[in-house]
């Protein structure tokens, strides 16, 4: 029988697929957070036959941790953080989902809705069994001021820009929340095969281990055009664990303020989509992000720092973000990808 809060990568973006899928254990519970992996982009140094051999190997590593576990948690709906039609993955299990009636994108909404009805028929679920909760919203409150050190931060020369910027985001935002409120709602469920509860900013004790899950946050940038994760947070004894799911690094000051409040013993921090530089990423995000991550470093009693998942998809990432490296041995602090972890190299350096 377990003693302690024990946790296993099972597969992150340093082995050769894409996913954040971990596995915790406690005395009281099994748990496997982000289900889902997917193939490398086509710029990945790898010739399509490897990377389909990695995603088949992760794929048959993460169903079999998910057999063996009470909880699945889906921070949301991107299909390197869950399964869509594998239901053999949820049977007998409890859900806990991201909730595809509210902040969520238009993309993301249309996967939460079939992932959930896909669920009613393949466990011939009863009305009675579907818990639907009536729509009393009549509007939704600007993200934005859920974040204050991000909103008053001065970027100097950017800040015009960036006034652009999040000018553009806040019209996206209101056109989403019109929607949220037109939707037909998604209900959770609770019958004999499956449990799916929508956690957002909840608490959840079983036995002595806390399982604990942030409000929505943005999926990267402010008012990012992706969406929004779910952060899950588990507690046992001594020992915290925080899986981050896609916060980009953190990009957002607020969401390094979080961690570093919530001071985790184990921290699973994703990290700047780098292969992206140019593109997607500009300097002024990407220094933020740095920022942000040397500044959590500093200032967490961490035992461990994953640092991996969108980061790893390049063979540059650690000259990228030197400074974060750098921290860590300033520090003393143990911060590695996944496969580090484990004791194997990662895959992306390997192959350049």
Request: with cysteine; aromatic share 12%.
């Amino acid at each position: 029988m377990k003693k302690h809060l024990e946790f296993q990568p099972l597969w992150f973006d340093s082995m050769g697929a894409k996913s954040t899928s971990t596995l915790v254990n406690t005395p009281d519970i099994t748990i496997v957070i982000d289900p889902g992996v997917a193939i490398m982009q086509p710029s990945f140094p790898a010739l399509p036959e490897q990377k389909a051999e990695w995603l088949a190997i992760a794929e048959n590593k993460i169903k079999e941790a998910c057999q063996k576990a009470d909880i699945i948690t889906i921070s949301h709906y991107h299909y390197d953080h869950y399964f869509p039609d594998d239901f053999n993955v949820y049977r007998g299990k409890t859900v806990f989902a991201k909730n595809p009636n509210e902040y969520i994108n238009n993309n993301q909404r249309e996967r939460g809705e079939k992932f959930l009805n896909d669920i009613f028929k393949e466990f011939e679920i009863d009305e009675k069994e579907k818990l639907l909760k009536k729509q009393k919203k009549t509007e939704y409150h600007d993200p934005l001021n859920d974040i204050p050190h991000a909103a008053s931060k001065d970027f100097k020369s950017y800040n015009e820009r960036r006034k652009e910027v999040l000018s553009k985001g806040r019209k996206r935002f209101k056109k989403h929340a019109k929607k949220w409120l037109s939707y037909e709602q998604l209900p959770e469920i609770k019958s004999d095969n499956i449990q799916v509860i929508f956690p957002e900013g909840k608490t959840f004790k079983f036995g002595d281990t806390k399982l604990k899950f942030t409000k929505p946050l943005f999926h990267g940038i402010e008012y990012a055009g992706v969406g929004w994760v779910l952060a899950t947070i588990i507690e046992y004894g001594n020992k915290k664990l925080f899986h981050s799911s896609d916060l980009s690094g953190p990009m957002i000051e607020d969401y390094a303020d979080l961690i570093i409040k919530e001071n985790p013993s184990i921290l699973f921090l994703d990290g700047p989509t780098t292969y992206l530089f140019g593109y997607i990423l500009n300097r002024i995000n990407l220094e933020r992000t740095i920022e942000n991550t040397a500044r959590i470093i500093r200032e967490i009693d961490a035992d461990i720092i994953i640092y991996d998942h969108h980061l790893t998809r390049e063979s540059k990432f650690r000259d990228h973000t030197k400074k974060i490296w750098d921290t860590a041995v300033e520090m003393d602090k143990k911060v590695m990808t996944a496969s580090e972890y484990l004791g194997e190299k990662t895959v992306v350096e390997i192959l350049e």
